[in-house]
């Protein structure tokens, strides 16, 4: 699952966000689902925001990759005081706050049933959460990948601006990148479309969407061939 965690107009960690995100997770664990959740720290600082901070946009990044990390320690710590046994990973080495993240030992710890939090997006400047979450999701062999958001599906328009906008309920990848619906970032879309990874973009913070989708029920948007 990808997305960022939590986030609120006026602080850049919500508590009543956190708990919801939370309980949702919880449920999902209850029902032994293998769980590896991305997060974003947009929230908190995008390197877009570097242009007007009148950083360099590559340093803006990294300081945005540091927000993910405070948004995966958070979430572990939330998570391990429900007694949900969850272990943050990094795509940059921050010992001791943190274990580097390596494929073949993240699959061990889902093997043990550990909920795996990975932080620090791909590593690298320029890609998104959203990129960092395909990959995560096709090196660990994920049979689906959700996009945790705060609408209720994929739209033809911005449903804010436009609330007459279609929701769509099924989506191909070439519809996500010929429409450019920006939903998910093209170069995510991308991956997840050479590994026939769906992708179901719905609404975390619905009471019981999380559980709904992995019961198999109709909820948000599928992205798929």
Do not use: W
Request: hydrophobic fraction near 40%; glycine fraction near 12%; proline fraction near 2%.
């Amino acid at each position: 699952m990808g997305g960022e965690v939590f986030s609120g107009k006026e602080k850049a960690i919500e508590k009543e966000s956190l708990e919801s995100i939370a309980t949702e997770i919880e449920d999902a664990v209850s029902l032994g689902t293998v769980l590896g959740i991305v997060v974003g720290g947009g929230n908190i600082f995008r390197g877009q925001n570097a242009v007007a901070l009148g950083i360099d946009r590559v340093t803006g990044d990294y300081i945005g990759m540091l927000g993910t990390m405070i948004d995966a320690l958070v979430l572990q710590d939330h998570l391990g005081q429900r007694g949900i046994s969850a272990r943050v990973m990094t795509a940059i080495d921050m010992t001791p706050i943190s274990e580097r993240y390596v494929k073949n030992r993240a699959m061990s710890y889902l093997d043990q049933g550990e909920v795996l939090i990975f932080s620090c997006g791909t590593g690298n400047p320029y890609f998104t959460t959203d990129t960092a979450a395909s990959l995560r999701a096709i090196e660990m062999e994920a049979e689906l990948l959700l996009k945790g958001t705060k609408v209720d599906g994929v739209y033809e328009e911005d449903p804010l601006i436009n609330p007459q906008a279609k929701r769509f309920g099924r989506l191909s990848y070439l519809d996500v990148l010929n429409r450019n619906l920006g939903i998910i970032d093209a170069t995510a879309v991308t991956l997840c479309m050479e590994h026939q990874l769906p992708v179901i973009v719905f609404d975390i913070y619905e009471r019981g969407n999380l559980k709904r989708v992995l019961l198999g029920e109709e909820v948000g948007t599928t992205i798929t061939k």
